[in-house]
């Protein structure tokens, strides 16, 4: 099977990010083609599954690479644009656009087959982002990086989203510092829970995370040994906040673990019978 996809050097000495679902196949041989039309054998050095990253390596040096810029302060209306290798196959393709909306929060298959996953904090946009241009740069008027292109939507117009370059940060500085990226991990299975959650289940409250297994043959709510079960946490809990922070829809608690690091002491308050409690949980680094 052959794919394509986008990336840009965020180093000089070859260093790629990209989207972890373009690079998902773990077994196959990847090759990357620069704007100039050289191509050089690619490794995947690292895959982030939470936030749909990957980080490439080639060897090679004194590439051109883009300066990250802050995608915290990003406001609605602001120009964007967006390159990438539309459809495999119209290379170097550029598009304009604004951002139309910030913080959203979709749920995508997994690559990896396992199910669906939650891509929060995501940047909206009407600029063109189609297949293929997975992976590539969202930059703002200055040619700082803000984003990397991520999602379409099927079957819309012009509502795509990029991953905030924010989220990518922390891989490249665990990548400088520990050769590989370092996530923390809380360990539980869970749904978040709004008013139609809340009627479907009997629940007392319309936020948290509920802890709760999916129907799986040798599925966990609470990972053994994880962070949580050594906390105390049951199945049917609600995390109510996560180090002081609110869990809700627009900060899960997958979120929320991840602005945390490996080692840290966090304070968790949840619910259990209709009491609320509160425990401490040292984070693990996730397998």
Not at 111 to 123: E, K, M, Y
Not at 254 to 262: A, G
Request: charged letters at 20%; hydrophobic letters at 40%.
């Amino acid at each position: 099977m052959v794919g394509g996809g986008s990336g840009f050097f965020v180093t000089p000495n070859g260093i790629i990010l990209t989207n972890r679902h373009v690079v998902s196949e773990k077994d196959a041989n990847y090759m990357v083609e620069t704007y100039q039309g050289v191509k050089y054998p690619a490794e995947v050095i690292a895959r982030d599954p939470i936030n749909d990253l990957a980080i490439l390596q080639i060897d090679a040096t004194d590439m051109p690479f883009l300066e990250l810029g802050n995608s915290n302060d990003l406001k609605l209306g602001q120009m964007v644009i967006t390159i990438g290798n539309a459809l495999s196959q119209f290379h170097n393709s550029v598009s304009r656009g604004i951002i139309s909306g910030l913080l959203r929060v979709i749920s995508t298959d997994d690559v990896s087959g396992s199910g669906s996953q939650n891509l929060r904090g995501l940047i909206q946009t009407d600029a063109a982002i189609n297949p293929g241009n997975s992976g590539g740069p969202m930059i703002d008027s200055s040619g700082k990086i803000i984003g990397i292109n991520a999602v379409v939507v099927n079957g819309a117009q012009n509502i795509n989203f990029a991953i905030p370059i924010s989220n990518a940060e922390k891989d490249i500085e665990d990548l400088r510092k520990f050769g590989k990226i370092v996530q923390p991990s809380f360990g539980v299975r869970y749904i978040m829970i709004n008013e139609e959650m809340k009627e479907k289940f009997g629940l007392p409250i319309n936020y948290g995370a509920f802890i709760i297994k999916e129907h799986l043959p040798n599925d966990y709510a609470i990972v053994p040994g994880s962070s949580a079960d050594k906390a105390g946490i049951k199945e049917g809990d609600i995390i109510l906040e996560f180090n002081d922070m609110k869990v809700e829809e627009a900060s899960g608690l997958d979120e929320l673990v991840q602005k945390s690091s490996v080692g840290d002491k966090v304070k968790v308050k949840y619910l259990r019978g209709g009491s609320e409690k509160t425990t401490y949980a040292i984070l693990q680094e996730r397998c």
